[in-house]
């Protein structure tokens, strides 16, 4: 039933699932052998924030990463502090409590108590921000606003020409 169900050209619910399989771009922005010509998924830049977080860290820095995209954690073995949705993360996770500490950071303007306090939530670090650029010069990780003014350049290395509009802060 589960074969039938999920193969490309049923009209079972589910088949659309292998199909999105392949809409969705590998890491360094080229698609799988046989995508469709339509419909794909955008691309998220996770070679080149592999490359800025390198670039500040050296190799194989696995640091607790806020990311405004999990597809960033099915490529790099990172952990990630927070998940994007709620209904998506175990109970063990603390959703609710870490979300808290994200709009606790988000809201604190001093930049020496950012670092201070992203350096020591109830959880432990956060020292990767991956946020995304908006037209207004803010910078955003789901409905939580961040500014450049809180990243001091002596506490972090920020890359902030990223293709698709990524914004990558690495503490340093």
Do not use: C
Not at 61 to 85: H, K, Q
Not at 115 to 134: C, E, N, Y
């Amino acid at each position: 039933t589960y074969g039938n169900s999920w193969m490309p050209g049923t009209f079972a619910p589910t088949a659309h699932y292998t199909v999105q399989a392949h809409t969705e771009p590998l890491p360094d922005g080229t698609y799988p052998k046989f995508a469709p010509a339509g419909g794909r998924t955008a691309w998220f830049p996770v070679q080149p924030i592999q490359r800025a977080v390198e670039g500040a860290l050296g190799p194989d820095p696995r640091r607790v990463t806020l990311s405004n995209d999990e597809r960033l954690f099915a490529f790099l073995p990172w952990p990630a502090y927070l998940g994007i949705s709620r209904g998506a993360s175990g109970s063990f996770e603390l959703w609710d409590q870490r979300m808290a500490e994200v709009r606790r950071l988000a809201a604190t303007s001093d930049p020496a108590a950012f670092a201070r306090d992203s350096a020591h939530t109830k959880f432990g670090p956060i020292d990767i921000f991956v946020l995304t650029k908006q037209p207004d010069g803010g910078w955003m990780w789901r409905d939580q606003r961040f500014s450049r003014s809180q990243f001091d350049t002596t506490q972090w290395t920020i890359v902030d020409d990223l293709p698709v509009n990524v914004v990558v802060t690495v503490r340093r």
